[in-house]
């Protein structure tokens, strides 16, 4: 009986294949986004973020994922020193966190302004959390850890995304970092500048 073939087939050079489908990690490094969110100037929500396969979350417009083709889920990475990781929020989606290195410590609750659980998660453990819980991570080990995120495909820029708890958006303000309607950031005049300072800071290009 002949073996059923498969619908799509496709060929694929090594050369297509390393340009198009594969992401070298001394390559991503340098390729950091300093202020992807709004929170990401605020002391204690400092972190360097990644984006490998498709949009992923973002407030800020200016970068590029990695991978381009529609894969149907997203991927990022975040490294963060001791002590910060993402603020207090909440999606419309699923996403999943494995550690890649380090100790981050999750919590979460069912409204804004409150948090009604927490647990620590280390290298090779698994969060999932479902969409409209609220929470917030932070790296609690003493040193920069990596973390890398999956999270369901979902429009970019077609809403508020992330929303944040009001104490968040308040202190993103005072820094002059706002988010439109649609979840785009409205960036200060000295964006360039913070976010070189901030690069620098948090050591880009560096494991």
Not at 42 to 48: D, E, F, T, V
Not at 89 to 109: N, Q, V
């Amino acid at each position: 009986m002949p073996t059923e073939q498969p619908k799509v087939k496709r060929y694929v050079s090594n050369e297509k294949m390393e340009d198009n489908w594969i992401v070298r990690f001394d390559d991503l490094k340098s390729k950091a986004i300093p202020l992807m969110f709004i929170d990401s100037i605020i002391p204690g929500h400092q972190r360097l973020n990644y984006a490998l396969i498709g949009d992923t979350a973002s407030e800020n417009d200016a970068y590029s994922p990695e991978i381009t083709e529609p894969h149907g889920f997203q991927i990022g990475m975040v490294k963060a020193p001791p002590g910060n990781g993402p603020a207090y929020h909440t999606h419309d989606y699923i996403e999943a966190f494995l550690p890649l290195s380090g100790k981050w410590r999750f919590y979460w609750g069912n409204s804004e302004d409150e948090i009604e659980g927490e647990t620590i998660i280390e290298e090779w453990d698994l969060i999932s959390l479902p969409p409209g819980l609220w929470r917030g991570f932070e790296n609690i080990s003493d040193e920069d850890a990596w973390i890398f995120a999956v999270l369901e495909q979902h429009e970019v820029f077609n809403g508020k995304d992330p929303y944040w708890a009001p104490q968040v958006v308040r202190k993103a303000a005072e820094h002059g970092f706002h988010a439109d309607t649609s979840g785009k950031m409205i960036k200060p005049e000295n964006f360039s500048a913070l976010e070189k300072q901030m690069a620098e800071k948090l050591r880009a290009g560096e494991k």
